[in-house]
Each structure stands twice: as C-alpha cells, then as structure tokens.
C-alpha cells in the first residue's frame, strides 16, 4: 500500500510545472512580434489594430492566466462588441471582465467620450444640409445611447450648426414632443432652420406611426413661425439593404 502512494508526489510536480508554462504561454511579450498590439501600431498604425488589440493597449497587464489581449476580447464578448462596450459606465465596464479595475475602467469610458466630442466637430461649425452628414456627426454618440434620445439641431442662413437642444430622453411620447417644446429653443437662439433627430435603440431606422404625425405637425407649424424645417431624421445601425438613418426628406415624406 505504500509503494502504491508513491506516484502522488510527481503527479503534484508535473501538473505544477505545466500550469506554470501554461500562464506564461499567454503572456504578451512571448508572443511573436507581428502579433503584439503596441509593435503592430509602431509598424502599420493604430488603424491596422483590432479591437481587442485596442483595448490591450489601455488595459495594459492582464492577470494570471491571461493576457491584455485576452482581458480585452472578454470585454468585447460581455459587452456586445466595441458598440456595447462604449455604452458602459466605468463600474459596467468593471463588471465585464476581471481584471478591470476602477483606474482602468475609468480610462476607457474617458476614452469613448473623447471619441464622442470630436465627432461634434473642430472648430468650424459643421454644415448640417443632408441626412448623410447628420449621421457622420451624431451616429456614434446616438449609437451608443441606450436611451430614445430626441434633439432639435438649430442652424443659421448656411446651414451651419449653432446647438443642439434634447428635447427629451427615455420612453419619449407624443406629449414630450410636441411641436411648442421643440420650436421654443428655436425661436429663443434666433434659428433660420432646423433638424430633427432620433434614435432607435433597437438599430431599426423605420419610422413608427408617431414619427409621422410628428413631421407632419412640424411641417405645419413650420410654415407658420417660417421656420426652415429642413428634416426629421431617425439615426440607427446598418442593416442588409438599409443604411443606418432615415431622413423624411429623402424619402420624399417632408
């Protein structure tokens, strides 16, 4: 009976050993060279990275057992993809994957945000005449809302932006949107037109029975205060055959 206990010993070592290979197999820098995120940036720049390679160079370290690059791809499963990750609050972020702590969750979400403010331009306010250009302005800040979100874009006589008002936020009815919450900004900041944007959480730019009588009351009202209504346009996400925004306008419905 003893003699037979004597492999116990040498099981316990060699599995030890491999553990111990196994973590650092995953380290980054025993990677090879095309493959680590920050030499891969140095060589072909920071566009040619993946997102979890984008994120390995904010998180930094990993932890035992993973890499950097492994802590990022698991931020991006939890959290839906680079989209859904941008949505996340610092402690949802924390909550996504470990190895996350509040300095580095922190950092990302700061990270976002600048990505959403130098989508609202330089420093020459943008011209806002066409659908298109809406969404190269507003999409990624709308996308990533998890929130209705409904907002007036005032321009002046060349269609340049001079604010944007939001009107309302959340579960967004008729009586939030009535056309007196939405002119009143417009007459108080002196504005020669006007947008209107929305978005649909859901990704699907069609417009509902509400958006319509919406635009439809707008248009009228417009006409009255001679008010450019210049558009109604919901901001979404690309789906097959359709782009991700809707311009009433363009669709011959204003």
Request: charged share 25%; glycine share 8%; hydrophobic share 40%.
């Amino acid at each position: 009976m003893r003699a037979a206990s004597t492999p116990s010993p040498l099981i316990s070592i060699n599995f030890s050993t491999s553990s111990k290979q196994s973590v650092e197999t995953t380290r980054i820098r025993e990677m090879p060279e095309s493959e680590r995120p920050r030499e891969k940036a140095e060589r072909l720049g920071v566009e040619s990275l993946s997102d979890a390679q984008l994120l390995a160079i904010f998180i930094r370290t990993g932890l035992p057992g993973k890499n950097a690059l492994q802590v990022g791809d698991d931020l991006l499963k939890n959290c839906g993809g680079i989209t859904g990750l941008a949505r996340c609050s610092p402690a949802e972020i924390r909550k996504a994957a470990r190895g996350i702590g509040s300095a580095k969750s922190i950092e990302l979400a700061a990270a976002f945000e600048i990505g959403r403010r130098l989508a609202l331009g330089g420093e020459l306010a943008p011209m806002l005449d066409s659908a298109d250009r809406v969404f190269a302005v507003f999409g990624q800040e709308f996308l990533a809302l998890r929130q209705e979100s409904l907002r007036v874009i005032l321009l002046d006589t060349k269609l340049r932006l001079i604010r944007v008002e939001e009107i309302g936020l959340g579960s967004i009815n008729e009586c939030v949107a009535h056309p007196r919450e939405i002119f009143r900004p417009a007459i108080a900041h002196s504005a020669y037109a006007f947008i209107l944007v929305h978005n649909h959480p859901s990704g699907d730019t069609q417009p509902s029975a509400a958006d319509r009588r919406l635009t439809s009351a707008l248009r009228e009202a417009s006409n009255l205060l001679q008010i450019n209504f210049i558009d109604h346009v919901i901001l979404g996400s690309a789906g097959e055959g359709r782009l991700p925004y809707f311009s009433f306008r363009d669709s011959g419905l204003l």
